[in-house]
C-alpha cells in the first residue's frame, strides 16, 4: 500500500523515530520479529579455523556442528532462527506475516501438518 506507513513500535518508546518503517505491513511483521533477537546475545558463533570436520559451529563456546565452508551468513540466520524459538510474540508476527498458509499448516497447537 504506496503511502501508507507499518512497522511503528507496539512497545511505548522514548524514541521519536521507530527502528524502521516499511510500506508493506508483511515487511514491517518480518522487521518486528527480528528487532528484539537483535539486541540479545547470539548465541552461535562460527570458528576462524576448519578443523579435521569443517568449521566449528559453537554456542557457548561448546562445539555443536560444522560447516563446510567458513559460512557467516548461515550462523546468523541460525542465531535468527533461535531468537524467534526463544520468543513467542515475535514469532508469532512472523506467522502472521506469513500470512493464511503458514496458518493452515497448524492443525492443533503444537503441531504442524507435514
Request: hydrophobic share 45%; proline share 6%; charged share 30%.
Amino acid at each position: 500500500m504506496p503511502g501508507v506507513s507499518w512497522g511503528e513500535s507496539f512497545e511505548k518508546s522514548t524514541r521519536t523515530r521507530p527502528a524502521a518503517v516499511f510500506d508493506r505491513k508483511e515487511d514491517a511483521l518480518l522487521a518486528c520479529a527480528i528487532l528484539p533477537g537483535l539486541s540479545k546475545r547470539l548465541r552461535f558463533r562460527l570458528a576462524s579455523e576448519p578443523d579435521d570436520r569443517g568449521y566449528p559451529i559453537l554456542d557457548d563456546g561448546q562445539i555443536v556442528g560444522h560447516s563446510e565452508l567458513f559460512y557467516e551468513d548461515f550462523v546468523a540466520a541460525l542465531n535468527v532462527v533461535a531468537a524467534l524459538m526463544a520468543a513467542p510474540r515475535e514469532f508469532a508476527f512472523l506467522l502472521d506475516a506469513a500470512g493464511g498458509l503458514a496458518l493452515e499448516k497448524l492443525v492443533e497447537p503444537g503441531k504442524v501438518e507435514r
